[in-house]
């Protein structure tokens, strides 16, 4: 049986003569499959709820949360952490990505490094997992030995564990705290697991980080009032954001941002509250970086440093 008895690693009837078909044909046959990913996420919703409410307790209390995975899944982790700092302002330690192989995996192939589950524990004990974090063990198959020797260590040490696969009652499931298994059905290409399961992936860890973030007050509206302004397109995007946020022109949101050093929240409320930048700085820190808490004025008065209970 094998590998075969995984559903990520069997044939899918529907697409046994894709070789044989013109490429307008393939290219639908990819997609009517592509189709299928959002409704086998939107069935694990629940257990992404869960996962996403440890991992929120997590980071509120100051822990971080390791992305660990081998080849797709690994790389997947990669780009998860590495886009949360620029989109949130978030430090680069909050979320990492530890993949099999090293570095060096993220661009190359290193297939090998995925079986030794010993490697796994060592790449964590190397980061300084400690009780406070969180490892999201990421595998489509499930088995993945790299995976299971960093969810066991997790566990050991008693941080909180989550399972990201995508076949059911997978090996990481079982050892972990909170398992999610997306079982989106056989690959278009028998076990080519960057295509269906690695799609269902992204959008799981997107759905894990956002959420997380917003919890954080990281967000105001749909606004990303937190981004890090480091380039013209995103102080461009800063001076947007001020405008949609508080109705003000171009002009008025670009002074009002140079003045904060390009803060968007401090902008954000005081433009809102007409006040100056000390006194936003001050509402922000009271109101726990919670944006549309500092602008509500029946939550904090401006005559009154206290937050209101209740």
Do not use: W
């Not at 069997?10 to 044909?25: E, F, K, Q, W």
């Not at 063990?137 to 260590?153: F, H, M, N, R």
């Not at 954001?241 to 902008?267: C, H, N, P, S, Y």
């Amino acid at each position: 049986m094998g590998n075969h008895s995984l559903v990520t690693e069997s044939i899918n009837p529907n697409t046994v003569a894709i070789d044989s078909l013109g490429l307008s044909n393939i290219l639908t046959l990819i997609n009517e499959e592509d189709h299928k990913i959002a409704d086998a996420v939107n069935e694990v919703m629940p257990s992404i709820e869960h996962a996403v409410d440890a991992l929120y307790e997590v980071v509120r209390h100051g822990g971080k949360v390791f992305f660990v995975g081998a080849g797709t899944s690994g790389r997947l982790g990669v780009l998860e952490a590495a886009e949360c700092p620029p989109t949130f302002g978030v430090s680069n330690q909050l979320f990492q990505a530890v993949i099999a192989g090293g570095e060096k995996a993220i661009f190359k192939s290193v297939e090998s490094a995925e079986d030794d589950e010993f490697q796994g524990q060592k790449d964590l004990e190397l980061r300084g997992l400690t009780p406070k974090d969180a490892v999201v063990g990421i595998a489509a198959s499930g088995k993945t030995p790299y995976v299971i020797g960093a969810l066991k260590y997790a566990n050991d040490i008693k941080a909180r564990t989550v399972a990201l696969a995508c076949n059911q009652d997978s090996k990481i499931g079982q050892l972990a705290g909170h398992k999610i298994e997306v079982v989106v059905g056989p690959e278009v290409i028998s076990g080519s697991t960057r295509m269906k399961a690695g799609t269902a992936t992204k959008l799981v860890l997107n759905m894990m980080t956002t959420t997380v973030m917003i919890k954080m007050g990281k967000v105001y509206q749909n606004l990303m009032v937190d981004l890090n302004v480091s380039n013209s397109k995103l102080k461009d995007r800063a001076i947007s954001i001020v405008q949609i946020a508080t109705q003000v022109d171009e002009e008025r949101a670009a002074e009002v941002l140079k003045e904060t050093g390009f803060d968007v929240k401090t902008a954000i409320v005081m433009l809102t509250r007409s006040i100056d930048i000390n006194r936003a700085k001050q509402l922000i820190e009271q109101s726990n970086g919670f944006v549309r808490k500092a602008i509500d004025k029946s939550y904090i008065r401006d005559d009154d440093n206290q937050l209101k209970e209740g």
